[in-house]
T-cell receptor, first 115, second 117 residues
């Protein structure tokens, strides 16, 4: 069964520290895409980063990087030098080939940055 | 700035009422989606549309219908609202073809928190 698992319901991190949010996925497909989205308290989901299954390099977008370990089926989000504004819910999602554009979503991790 | 606009941020309705949730995007996107978000369950797809007048059922379509008469507008309809439809509803849009972040990433509205009493 295709599934996304985020094992950390919540995390507290000190400001300026690096954060790793875990995401493991399950699919038998060879072609898939992995996404991370951020949802602040305002409610709007914001795209952060994307990793394609054939991409050899880990994706990076500013302070965000995706630690893609294909053999372990993990796609952890790393936030360097956390800021108070990083406090939000974070969701990992997966698109698989032939899924008709549907995404499979994890349950999310609530990240709170402490000053 | 690209925008997906949902008509209401908060909505309170009574059981049995017909409820319309409206979503408008200004990015000329082909795909539009309606999701439901409940704590601990992530996002669940209700319906999506890949073109005007086209619609596909998602994972939880029961009790819902949709309408897409114009490319920019996608409406979610609760024919007879029930208390178990109390939830956050998120609308999203994306480009139609191709893979990769540019084509696949979703743009979301701010959500509508619906309470059915």
């Amino acid at each position: 069964a295709q599934k996304i698992t985020q094992t950390q319901p919540g995390m507290f991190v000190q400001e300026k520290e690096a954060v790793t949010l875990d995401c493991t996925y399950d699919t038998s497909d060879q072609s898939y895409g992995l996404f991370w989205y951020k949802q602040p308290s305002s409610g709007e989901m914001i795209f952060l980063i994307y990793q394609g299954s054939y991409d050899e390099q880990n994706a990076t977008e500013g302070r965000y990087s995706l630690n893609f370990q294909k053999a372990r089926k993990s796609a952890n989000l790393v936030i360097s030098a956390s800021q108070l504004g990083d406090s939000a819910m974070y969701f990992c999602a997966m698109r698989v080939e032939g899924s008709n554009y549907q995404l499979i979503w994890g349950a999310g991790t609530k990240l709170i940055i402490k000053p | 700035d690209v925008k997906v606009t949902q008509s209401s941020r908060y909505l309170v309705k009574r059981t049995g009422e017909k409820v319309f949730l409206e979503c408008v995007q200004d990015m000329d996107h082909e795909n539009m989606f309606w999701y439901r978000q409940d704590p601990g369950l992530g996002l669940r797809l209700i319906y999506f549309s890949y073109d005007v007048k086209m619609k596909e059922k998602g994972d939880i379509p029961e009790g819902y219908s949709v309408s897409r008469e114009k490319k920019e507008r996608f409406s979610l309809i609760l024919e007879s609202a029930s208390t178990n439809q109390t939830s956050m509803y998120l609308c999203a849009s994306s480009f139609f073809v191709g893979t990769g972040a540019t084509n696949e990433k979703l743009f979301f509205g701010s959500g509508t928190q619906l309470s059915v009493l």
